[in-house]
């Protein structure tokens, strides 16, 4: 009957009619979601004003956010192939044609073939080196003086963008893609030190304890009781950072490291609009496909894996 | 002969071990029993150093072990075997590689990096394998053994060390007691026939009564009986640690699940 009394009612029974364990419940949940409305306005505050502080620091105004958009657009506008229904699959000397836009796909496959080679090595050179910092880099193997090395190793390779680490060696051994995988090995052995030590620290420390209690040297127990709990992750991070290297070696070629990105700084700095947007397309369906690729290289090595290490 | 003098640890102010000395001739059973906290498993831990000791020395065969380092230090520790409450093997790796762990120390560390076994090397574990019949497990993954085969290819590594000591730190605490008598009875056997010592901690009173040449209870980090089986009777539990032995077996297993629990979290605390 009090229910329906209170439906009947509109504004239900007046507040009285609650106990006051009721009344009381229900004032503590209107504190709490005051104070919880309240802590979020606050931290919204703070967050707009952290906002706005760093974009007056940075002179990202609106304005001039607004008066660049449109230029944006004008530059992608021109760099659009002027292709022609009638002439689409016509040959190179057609203007309109795919393959005019692509007049010169075959250097192009050459030099994307480059930089794919450029990450494929540098990956494996910088996973390499990285396996062998991950171990002294890695909380629960290691300690004092190494650690702290491989570590502050580690971090310094990775600080240091590879396009930096490119031009400096590019003076050292001159333009071309040596430069480049040396660039980004450097950069990937820091990256992947990093993240190796950490899927190393995630391992189960008895069988550690069992191979030292048996006698075993570091290397020994590293390579006995670590390695094979840790492989999996190793190869994944690894495979990642590939598709990873596939996008740096596409742009160190801007400071003459060899792969595609020379090209591409070349026609765009002689402002060769349809080139750009041909050569660009052709990263983003490599990048894609070494993606795919990799994805599932990637399932198939950590099913593959099993006891085998 | 092993020869414990003044052992002792400490863990900040708290004293694990405090002034354990012990002599235990070659060739026999030693069973170590004590509740929670008494300081069993770091004895036990610092014979092979895994846990270094704050005070006292070791000596084997006269030889001072407490002042051992690098290589000599793996010597030692190849020559006493120790076998785990977990087994402590690599899940992911098949049972051979895991049993040839026990190798390691014998041989050249380039060529074990590149898990270069010799037939001999892999002769002798499929043997240790085959003693404990296991033999026809050897390539499949540790982790598809059940609790029981996993300690026996645990004892099968140890068993490669050509051990003079074997310590067992609770090995029987996480098997059901089908698997606990065999594991025992493996124990038992390599302390008869090739005369290895074996100092095992353990936390049933009948199974130490009925393995153990000699039970060594300890409390509070320090030794509180050493004797014959038949001179710990139960009056003497009672003595010793004043209650009965039922009150004290389920104390103890207490403390073997917490410690258990402890050492299975991925990042061990102590670093080497």
Redesign the interface.
């Known amino acids: 009957m009090d229910a329906l009394s209170f439906t009947a009612a509109g504004g239900g029974p007046a507040p009285s009619a609650w106990s006051p364990a009721v009344e009381r419940g229900e004032a503590a949940y209107q504190a709490a979601r005051r104070q919880r409305r309240n802590a979020t306005l606050i931290a919204l505050a703070v967050l707009t004003a952290c906002l706005l502080a760093s974009a007056w620091v940075s002179e990202a105004y609106p304005a001039t956010l607004l008066a660049g958009l449109p230029r944006i657009g004008e530059y992608l506008w021109r760099i659009l192939p002027s292709l022609r229904w009638d002439a689409l699959l016509s040959g190179t000397d057609t203007e309109g044609s795919l393959a005019f836009w692509f007049y010169r796909l075959d250097s192009w496959a050459w030099l994307l073939f480059e930089t794919a080679n450029m990450a494929a090595l540098a990956t494996l050179f910088g996973a390499s080196a990285a396996l062998l910092l991950a171990f002294p880099a890695a909380r629960n193997l290691s300690g004092g003086v190494p650690y702290q090395l491989a570590r502050r190793f580690c971090e310094a390779m990775r600080t240091v963008p590879e396009i930096v680490f490119a031009l400096i060696l590019v003076w050292a051994f001159g333009v071309g893609a040596l430069a480049g995988i040396l660039a980004i090995t450097l950069h990937t052995a820091g990256a992947l030190g990093k993240l190796f030590a950490e899927a190393i620290e995630n391992t189960d420390m008895r069988p550690w304890d069992a191979a030292r209690a048996a006698g075993a040297s570091w290397p020994e127990c590293c390579r006995f009781a670590i390695l094979p709990q840790a492989l999996p992750n190793i190869l994944s991070y690894a495979l990642l950072r590939f598709e990873t290297n596939i996008r740096s070696a596409s742009v160190i070629g801007f400071v003459g490291a060899g792969g595609i990105g020379e090209e591409l700084y070349k026609v765009i700095s002689f402002n060769y609009y349809e080139e750009i947007s041909a050569i660009i397309l052709l990263v983003i369906l490599a990048v894609a496909s070494v993606d795919l690729l990799s994805e599932r290289l990637r399932h198939r090595a950590i099913g593959a894996l099993g006891g085998a290490t | 002969m092993l020869e414990l003098q003044g052992l002792g640890r400490r863990f900040g102010e708290v004293a694990a071990v405090d002034g354990v000395t012990l002599s235990v001739p070659a060739g026999q059973m030693v069973g170590v029993i004590g509740r929670s906290g008494a300081g069993k498993s770091t004895l036990i831990r610092m014979v092979?150093r895994?846990t270094e000791p704050t005070a006292g020395r070791i000596l084997f065969e006269g030889r001072d072990v407490t002042a051992l380092r690098g290589r000599a230090l793996?010597?030692?520790?190849?020559?006493c075997?120790?076998v785990?409450q977990?087994?402590?093997?690599?899940?992911?790796?098949?049972v051979l590689?895991n049993v040839l762990?026990?190798r390691?120390?014998h041989r050249p560390?380039m060529s074990?990096?590149l898990?270069r076994f010799t037939d001999e090397e892999r002769a002798m574990a499929l043997a240790a394998l085959d003693r404990f019949d296991l033999a026809a497990a050897a390539?499949?993954?540790a982790d598809t053994l059940s609790g029981g085969q996993q300690q026996r290819v645990?004892i099968a590594?140890?068993l490669l060390?050509e051990p003079r000591v074997i310590?067992a730190d609770e090995p029987i605490a996480s098997l059901d007691p089908r698997s606990a008598k065999v594991v025992m009875d493996a124990l038992r056997g390599l302390n008869r026939e090739r005369g290895i010592t074996v100092l095992c901690n353990l936390h049933h009173l009948d199974t130490a009564r009925e393995y153990c040449d000699r039970i060594v209870a300890m409390q509070s980090g320090r030794v509180v009986f050493d004797g014959t089986p038949a001179e710990l009777t139960a009056a003497r539990v009672r003595d010793v640690y004043g209650v009965d032995e039922a009150e004290f077996e389920e104390q103890a297993a207490a403390a073997v699940r917490r410690s258990a629990a402890n050492?299975?979290a991925?990042?061990?605390a102590n670093?080497?």
């Open positions: 092979n895994l793996r010597d030692w520790r190849a020559r075997a120790m785990f977990q087994f402590n093997l690599v899940q992911r790796l098949d590689t762990v026990g390691l120390n560390t074990s990096l898990k390539l499949q993954r645990a590594r140890a060390q310590l050492r299975a991925p990042v061990a670093a080497a």
